[in-house]
Each structure stands twice: as structure tokens, then as C-alpha cells.
């Protein structure tokens, strides 16, 4: 009678455990993800504002490494190849087939992409998160303010993708000087960087930290020192 009970019990936990396993494994959320450079579509000066693109995506995936093993980013240098290989590049926008193309050929388990768009001195930046496996929606967020706070909107949309993705993000440390100009030279060293035009690139990233020293972590992330 008494190994009955306790076999009872011991049936009990394994029920229990098992049913945990259950609901852990459907609410696992994908760890490795790739960011795609953000469509521009900008109103005042578009071509000013262009470099942007690539370089939001490229400071998301530096402040988003903040968060230590919990999430893996897929390496800017694959995506720009990526990109090539599917031509985004020519149309400069990325839909959500595009994305999830993308998405599969990265190995990604989810993929962000959006959009940005300044006018006059304000900035919006709308962004999506998709689980490349089920084209299940993650996130779909946007955030405003002055273009001359950039990077702290781009702080605010980082921790708005860690949230989504349940990982914690170490926050980012410095004070920024506000100027969205820093965030177009540093952009604009990225393009350097990929043309192979270093002398260039350390240029522009030099013009980025004497305008704004809180990128210096996204320009050593670049490997433009910092």
C-alpha cells in the first residue's frame, strides 16, 4: 500500500515536470536574430539622412550584444552579403517575404526590419520582429522624437527588442550630446568600411566621437577603434 502511494507521488511529479517541459518549449523565444538595414524614408533631405540606414541596424546589433549570451546577433558583415545575394539593395526597401528570405538563408530564428523617417527635426522609426520558422509577428513597435536625440531613441528601441525577445539588456553608459549628425558620420564611416576605404572610414568615425563621445562604442564595435 505504501509503494503504491509512493508510486503514486513519484507518477505525480513526473506528470508535473513533464507538463512544464510542455509549456517551456512553446514559449521559447528565438535567440539568434538577425537586424536588416531600415528602409529610409525620410521626407526632408532623404539623401542626407540615407547612411542611416545601415547605420541604425548596425548600432542596434552593437547595443543589443549588451545582453550577453541570452541573444545572438548575426554579424552585420553576413547580412550586407546577404543582401547583395538578394539584391535589397536595388529597391532599398525590405517587405516581409524579403525579410523572411533573408532571414532563412542567415540562419536567423528571427528577423528585424523597418523603416525611418525624418522630417524637419523630428524622427520616426517603425520596426518589426518576425520568427522566420512560423512568419509568427514578435514585435511590431514605433517610436518618435527630436532627430537631434537619435541615439537615444535607438537606446529606447533596443531595449523595446530585448523586452520583446525576453532577454535582459546591460543599459548603455554615457551621455549623449544630441546631435544626429554625429550618427550620420558614423553611418557614412560604415559605407567607408565596406568600400575598403579605411583611411576614410577612421575619418568620419573620428568626426562621429568628437561630435558625440557616446558612439564610441559603436565605432569600436565597427572596428574603427573608438
Do not use: W
Amino acid at each position: 500500500m505504501k509503494h503504491a502511494k509512493l508510486e503514486g507521488i513519484f507518477l505525480f511529479f513526473v506528470l508535473v515536470l513533464i507538463l512544464i517541459g510542455n509549456v517551456h518549449a512553446e514559449t521559447v523565444t528565438p535567440t539568434t536574430l538577425a537586424i536588416l538595414p531600415f528602409e529610409n524614408n525620410s521626407i526632408t533631405e532623404p539623401d542626407k539622412y540615407a547612411p542611416l540606414s545601415k547605420g541604425l541596424a548596425a548600432m542596434l546589433i552593437t547595443d543589443l550584444k549588451k545582453t550577453g549570451t541570452s541573444l545572438i546577433l548575426i554579424e552585420r558583415g553576413k547580412i550586407q552579403a546577404i543582401i547583395k545575394e538578394i539584391a535589397l539593395g536595388q529597391t532599398g526597401s525590405v517587405d516581409k517575404s524579403t525579410a523572411m528570405k533573408a532571414g532563412k538563408i542567415l540562419g536567423a530564428q528571427s528577423i528585424a526590419f523597418g523603416s525611418f523617417m525624418v522630417l524637419g527635426k523630428n524622427v520616426r522609426i517603425d520596426t518589426r520582429i518576425v520568427k522566420v520558422e512560423t512568419s509568427e509577428l514578435i514585435m511590431s513597435e514605433g517610436i518618435d522624437g527630436s532627430a537631434d536625440n537619435f541615439i537615444t531613441l535607438e537606446r529606447e528601441l533596443a531595449q523595446k527588442i530585448a523586452d520583446s525577445l525576453k532577454v535582459a539588456l546591460k543599459p548603455s553608459t554615457g551621455k549623449s550630446k544630441s546631435d544626429i549628425n554625429a550618427a550620420i558620420y558614423f553611418s557614412q564611416g560604415l559605407d567607408a568600411l565596406d568600400r575598403g576605404d579605411t583611411a576614410e572610414a577612421k575619418r568620419l568615425f573620428d568626426k562621429c566621437i568628437k561630435l558625440d563621445s557616446a558612439y564610441k562604442d559603436q565605432v569600436a564595435e565597427a572596428g574603427g577603434q573608438g
